[in-house]
């Protein structure tokens, strides 16, 4: 279960674009079990921002 704040979909590229809900279900998507999670959702969101968070960015994982 990954539970998050607004400021995650919310968060835009260089381009003004934000990264939206449907690009966060590819960046899951793209995280292998075998990885520490939320260390490889935040590192793919902060590369699509360029490390630009103009909100509060908060991400909860919770696994079995």
């Given at each position: 279960?990954?539970?998050?704040?607004?400021?995650?979909?919310?968060?835009?590229?260089?381009?003004?674009?934000?990264?939206?809900?449907?690009?966060?279900?590819?960046?899951?998507?793209?995280?292998?079990?075998?990885?520490?999670?939320?260390?490889?959702?935040?590192?793919?969101i902060?590369?699509?921002?360029?490390?630009?968070?103009?909100?509060?960015?908060?991400?909860?994982?919770?696994?079995?």
């Amino acid at each position: 279960i990954l539970l998050f704040t607004d400021g995650v979909t919310d968060s835009r590229n260089t381009n003004g674009e934000a990264l939206g809900i449907e690009t966060l279900k590819t960046i899951l998507k793209n995280v292998d079990e075998k990885e520490e999670p939320l260390q490889r959702i935040f590192k793919l969101i902060s590369d699509f921002t360029a490390e630009h968070f103009e909100d509060d960015t908060s991400l909860i994982c919770i696994q079995k």
